[in-house]
């Protein structure tokens, strides 16, 4: 009854009209009916499709979701099937399906219609065309936004047009400035690098990911590529000749503007890379000749990188390193990253590069000595002016690869002449912990140890010499007591002594040696690791900042050396322990069984009790961590608003405060080696049980002749050799655990994800020059997750470059919060932020904000002198400038009153000057790099009157040509802005220029008489 | 002490009576209105706001009205059944002058005018329309739905919403202030503009999830309404202000 029903409805579908009615029946019997009500989740897009829907009453809404957001694909109804591509194939579903309706599904599997359409042939082309249809046709319909635009056979018609373009990896789709194939491309799967070549120089423009466009230009505008379209990886295309998109324009106008954004964009990004980028790109080549000899260190096959012109040297250089450690990143990158200042690359800039892609880099000064225990590769600064590429070096000679000339082998001499002293070192080491991000703590720690290999197993080497030198004294003890004693042979004597001598001699030399290499690496590892940590912690968003507290971090810091003593020493150890373990045990059976037997019996206890002791030891050494940095953390406070203690007059109080959690923390230390005294007696007490029965064993078998003298003092010489390893294993074990809970800690701040994570790096925008055009849509904010109140709601705004605005509110509206979204602290909650058309999300951060002048309502200096401070960052200060913005800010009155003047030293919050004073150095330090964007957070409150009208003057001076948000409270500041915007709780009630504004008499207004009455509230 | 009240033979003196009220939690409550009140006579005498006995008479009888005593001997025998005396009857209402007075003083057109144009927003309504169904999927079909087709949302507020107070109504709750609504639904509602579709947002822990259509914003005005809740706001500023002048245990 049901079965006939069903073959009732499947006659009536269009999907199954060329199945005959036995192979309906056979689709009928295996269809499996489900039933949702309405509002039901039927299909997950990403969930393999196991087959054909169809859907027999109700209805269902195709749809996709992202960020929250779903985007309908319409709606389909009795008749409809979805998933159809699923029914030829083993496909991700690529829309989720929901009931729009009481609604009820047939379900066919893959299987059952396979199973049919193998067998009749006009089926399957039926069902191919089927499929192929809707896919397609879904897609185009959905991707043109024809829905109810077009007539069903008028969307027959665009898809008879299209094609499918399989291409592989690296194949060119598209060549710049050719005419020929004038379609619209869109990508499916598979990713599409969009390149330009200008002048020899190709630079990338974008990577396409599936469902973007391109060849939109020459569809469009009937004119050449606008570039080449190369595929980066295996790619499946739609092709839409441009007859039909023309037609698709004619029914939706909507996407010429689509198109015409698109060429606008590539457009200007061509733009930006034409002012980022100039010279050519060449290709690379390597040494192959050069092999090092004894006394030589060489990198065997160094690629060699050529500048295009004087400026790109530095470039070149970094591109030589990045193709020597494999790092794909092309020369143009390169360029637009370091040769950021207009005379080309500084040591600076190519060491902020170096950083940017992941090494650990050192700018040093040094003599040629030196220089000859670096890493290889480095780069050196050459006549003044030139980079060159250190690849080799010896006593004599010197290899480089000069990126004006190529591979060159040089004399000591030669090099000296040229070379200025300075060189930039790279370490790769955060690169490869960078990957190990995702695999375990103890990898990326293993990582720090790969460049030591060599130095591990010579340590490795020396140990295993000590240890079997070790071996050499029981022996000889043995043969001085059973044959120089018993036999009175003093020749005998003399060689026996003067064996332990050379012996000792040797094992004390292998003793230094070893200690030597060991802290050679020592050194290094510790400036890896601890510099990488700084470097990672930097790099976090400002809000690990807010939340943790000074001591916190700094804790963690020594957290590296525990982990670092572990892998050296532990590695090495455990090795070696196990090894000696057995090699001691079988010379012990040797001399006898039974006393190795005893020796064995008392291994187990104390092996256990350490082992039943270690839950303990982890967690006193966590909780001794965890009050040390409590401590810590408040001392550091302390110290740091030192002056607000002394001026409460509360010293006793924060010292007693402190003193509560510095003898918790010694406590707990107390406890802990207390602890440890406890279970070392126990041991302690095992092991004299050991040493005194086998005395005891031993003895009585020398008495009945089992054993001689001499023998019984070597064991007992040997014991004493086996229980260091074996304590040392049991110690291992110890260490393991300390090092775990060291892991845990540095883990819950490595695993925090960095505010620009460096595997993006060649995505990001970076801005040559700021313009400072901002425009905010539906920025809605907060702090926390969905919890916590929105602190800015529904900012809609523009800034045009170069225009001043200005940001008024009470206390609480939000006005620091929209400083620090601009600043790209925080990322908004909601809606967008563009700068200069860009997403601020794209942006190179430390690009971005580096063009940005930030002054905040407190402000601290820094360590150093007036001038360092001004010019912070600038290896080489130009005191013209420093002065000149010393002025506009008002300051450099006061400076030059200063004992010693710009060279004044000042001390981390600026001892000995006013807050004024502290402002006006901070005003004139945000001035100094010509910033695109100026941000005053409340920037001249702490100045008097006086000084913030020197500053009002030169304030026209100040914002010229550039953008300026000057969030402030005087009215004096904010009346010249071009507009004012009004912040009430997070919402810009009002926004107008001062005279608007006032004559409104609104919120503006009202603050405004309040400030000019002078009474609060 | 002397006795409030007596059951039968059980005497209820005023110390039980506090300890009753602080028991109830009613104590502090009334502690703190006397206090308030207190601290505004102060205010007012230090301010040297004076009080003339026309006034106090006006008061007294505005007051005795107010409770129903129209003659001068029921004012007498209501004095003496609630165990009082004249002076304190005339302490009374002269501190309810000062009160009043300084109130005034405060809150003057200008003041309230000018309280307003600050806190606008504040006062600001919406009238919107929602509808509450089960599940997450639920919702955003129906979303998707009115995205389409608008002018249904009624229909399916009566048909579908789980809220029975509104569903009769299109969902309709007009005159929406801030400060009622969960904070992020009320940051979308008053950024929204009319006839936007918002949510689904989830109802407290539950599985309920919330669509709200806004039919209208208006635009905070200088109403009565208004008026009073800014003088009472004021008046409460003002208030917490003078407190922090006195010292107050108790």
């Known amino acids: 009854m049901r079965t006939s029903s069903i073959i009732k409805f499947l006659e009536s579908v269009e999907v199954f009209s060329s199945f005959n009615p036995n192979e309906l029946k056979y689709l009928a019997i295996h269809a499996q009916s489900s039933q949702y009500d309405f509002g039901t989740a039927i299909l997950k897009a990403g969930d393999p499709g196991q087959g054909l829907c169809l859907v027999k009453s109700g209805k269902v809404r195709l749809f996709t979701e992202s960020e929250g957001k779903e985007k309908s694909f319409g709606i389909r109804g009795p008749g409809d099937t979805f998933n159809e591509i699923s029914a030829l194939k083993e496909t991700l579903t690529e829309y989720s399906v929901r009931s729009s309706a009481k609604t009820e599904i047939l379900f066919f599997s893959r299987e059952v219609i396979m199973d049919l359409l193998n067998r009749n042939e006009t089926a399957r082309h039926f069902m191919t065309r089927y499929v192929a249809l809707k896919v397609t046709g879904g897609f185009v319909t959905h991707f043109f936004n024809l829905r109810s635009k077009v007539s069903r056979t008028e969307i027959q018609s665009i898809i008879e047009e299209l094609g499918v373009r399989r291409v592989q990896a690296g194949q060119e789709i598209l060549s710049q400035d050719s005419a020929e194939d004038r379609s619209l491309y869109i990508v499916r799967h598979g990713e599409i690098n969009i390149v330009r070549e200008e002048e020899g120089t190709t630079y990338p423009l974008k990577v396409l990911g599936s469902g973007e466009i391109f060849g939109e230009k020459a569809c469009l505008k009937y004119s050449v590529q606008q570039a080449s379209a190369i595929a980066k990886t295996d790619a499946v295309l739609m092709v839409v000749p441009q007859k039909t998109v023309h037609f698709i324009i004619k029914n939706n106008p909507d996407i010429r503007n689509v198109l015409e954004d698109r060429i606008a964009f590539t457009e200007k990004e061509i733009e930006r890379h034409r002012k980022l980028a100039e010279g050519r790109k060449k290709g690379f080549l390597f040494d192959t000749r050069s092999k090092s000899k004894s006394g030589e260190q060489i990198i065997k096959r160094f690629p060699f990188v050529e500048q295009a012109e004087q400026t790109d040297c530095g470039a070149a250089c970094l591109a030589m390193i990045c193709k020597h450690y494999d790092i794909p990143m092309t020369l143009g990158k390169l360029r637009e990253m370091a040769n950021v200042t207009t005379d080309g690359a500084t040591m600076d800039s190519l060491a902020r590069v170096g950083e940017s892609l992941g090494f650990v880099t050192k700018g040093v000064k040094c003599t040629y000595n030196t220089l000859l225990g670096f890493d290889l590769p480095f780069i050196a600064h050459w006549e003044g002016y030139h980079y060159i590429v250190v690849y080799g070096v010896s006593k004599n000679h010197v290899w480089v690869a000069d990126p004006a000339v190529g591979f060159k082998k040089m004399s000591l001499s030669a090099f000296e002449k040229g070379w200025t002293g300075n060189c930039l070192l790279f370490s790769a080491t955060d690169k490869l912990a960078e990957i190990a991000v995702e695999q375990s703590p103890w990898l990326r720690f293993a990582g720090y140890l790969r460049p030591f290999k060599k130095v591990l197993l010579d340590l490795f080497f020396a140990a295993l010499i000590i240890q079997i030198l070790g071996l050499a004294p029981p022996l000889i003890i043995q043969n001085i007591l059973d044959r120089v004693v018993v036999h009175q042979s003093p020749d005998l004597l003399n060689v026996m002594i003067l064996g332990l001598a050379i012996t000792m001699i040797f094992s004390h030399l292998t003793g230094f040696l070893s200690v030597y290499l060991s802290n050679f690496m020592i050194r290094k590892l510790d400036f890896n690791m601890i510099s990488h940590f700084y470097k990672y912690v930097l790099s976090l968003p400002i809000s690990f900042f807010a939340k943790r507290k000074t001591g916190d971090i700094i804790a963690r810091f020594h957290e590296n050396n525990t982990i670092r003593r572990f892998m050296t020493e532990g590695s090495i150890s455990t090795v070696l322990n196990t090894l000696m373990i057995f090699t001691y045990f079988t010379v012990m059976f040797i001399y006898n069984v039974k006393l190795t037997l005893i020796l064995l019996a008392f291994v187990p206890p104390i092996v256990l009790l350490t082992l039943a002791a270690t839950p303990k030891y982890k967690d006193y050494a966590r909780r001794t961590f965890y009050a040390g940095a409590d401590a810590e953390s408040m001392l550091v406070e302390t110290l740091g608003s030192a002056e607000i203690v002394k001026g409460m007059g509360v010293e006793r109080a924060m010292r007693l405060k402190w003193e509560k959690k510095y003898s918790k923390t010694l406590d707990l230390r107390y406890r802990a080696e207390m602890f440890t005294a406890l279970v070392g007696i126990f041991s302690g007490v095992f092991k004299a049980g050991t040493h005194l029965t086998l005395l005891w064993v031993g003895t009585r078998m020398v008495l009945t002749q089992e054993l001689s003298i001499g023998q019984l003092m070597a064991f007992n010489a040997l014991i004493g050799s086996v229980m260091a390893p074996i304590m040392g294993m049991v110690g291992i074990w110890d260490e393991l655990q300390e090092a775990l809970v060291s892991m845990e800690r540095l883990g819950d701040v490595l695993e925090l994800e960095p505010e620009q994570k460096p595997e993006n790096i060649s995505s990001r925008v970076i801005l040559p020059d700021l313009k400072g055009d901002i425009r905010f849509e539906d920025v809605y904010f907060r702090y926390g997750d969905k919890t916590t109140p929105y602190i800015l709601k529904n900012i809609n705004l523009e800034i045009k470059a170069g225009s001043t605005v200005a940001v008024v509110g009470r206390s609480g509206s939000g006005k620091s919060t929209f400083a620090n979204l601009l600043m790209g602290f925080y990322k908004p909650a909601d809606g967008k932020i563009h700068v200069d058309d860009y997403d601020i999300n794209m942006l190179d951060m430390e690009y971005y904000r580096r063009q940005i002048g930030y002054v905040m309502q407190t402000n601290s200096l820094f360590s150093g002198t007036v001038s360092e401070n001004i010019a912070i960052g600038d290896q080489n200060p130009d005191p013209r400038r420093i002065t000149e913005v010393a002025k506009l800010a008002d300051a450099h009155g006061f400076i030059s009153n200063l004992p010693l003047g710009y060279e004044q030293m000042v001390g981390e919050r600026g001892t000995g000057l006013s807050g004024g004073q502290i402002q006006r150095i901070c005003i004139a330090r945000a001035l100094y790099h010509n910033p695109g964007l100026l941000i005053f957070d409340e920037a001249t409150s702490a100045l008097d009157s006086e000084s913030e009208n020197h500053i009002q003057m030169s304030m026209r001076e100040i914002l010229r040509k550039r953008t300026a948000v000057i969030i402030a409270h005087r009215l004096s500041t904010i009346m010249n802005a071009d507009r004012i915007l009004v912040l009430y709780k997070g919402t810009i009630v009002e926004q107008g220029t001062h005279q608007e504004l006032f004559e409104k008499g609104g919120m503006y207004f009202q603050l405004i008489q309040k400030q000019m009455g002078g009474i609060e509230n | ?250």
């Open chain 2, 1 to 250: 002490m002397s006795t409030l009240l007596k059951i039968d033979e059980e005497a209820i003196s005023a110390d039980q009576f506090i300890k009753f009220l602080k028991f109830s939690n009613e104590f502090s409550e009334l502690m703190k209105k006397l206090i308030r009140n207190k601290v505004t006579v102060h205010a007012a005498k230090k301010r040297g706001i004076t009080v003339s006995t026309e006034e106090v008479q006006q008061m007294a009888d505005d007051f005795r009205r107010c409770i129903g005593l129209h003659r001068a001997k029921e004012t007498h025998e209501w004095i003496e059944r609630i165990g009082i005396t004249p002076e304190d009857f005339e302490t009374f209402i002269t501190e309810h002058v000062f009160k009043k007075k300084m109130i005034d003083t405060l809150t003057t057109e200008e003041a309230v005018a000018a309280y307003f144009n600050l806190n606008a927003p504040r006062f600001d309504t919406a009238d919107i329309k929602h509808i509450v169904v089960e599940g997450r999927e639920k919702a955003m079909e129906f979303i998707a739905l009115l995205d389409e087709e608008p002018e249904n949302f009624d229909e399916f507020a009566r048909e579908y919403s789980l809220d029975d107070e509104t569903k009769n109504t299109g969902g309709y709750i007009p005159e929406v202030r801030r400060g009622i609504l969960p904070d992020e639904v009320e940051a979308k509602v008053f950024n929204a503009s009319a006839d936007d579709i918002l949510g689904p947002f989830q109802v407290g822990e539950e599985e309920l999830y919330e669509i709200i259509r806004v039919t209208a914003i208006h635009p905070a005005r200088l109403d009565k309404s208004a008026r009073e809740k800014i003088s009472e706001a004021i008046y409460d500023e003002w208030l917490n202000e003078r407190l922090k002048e006195h010292s107050v245990r108790f």
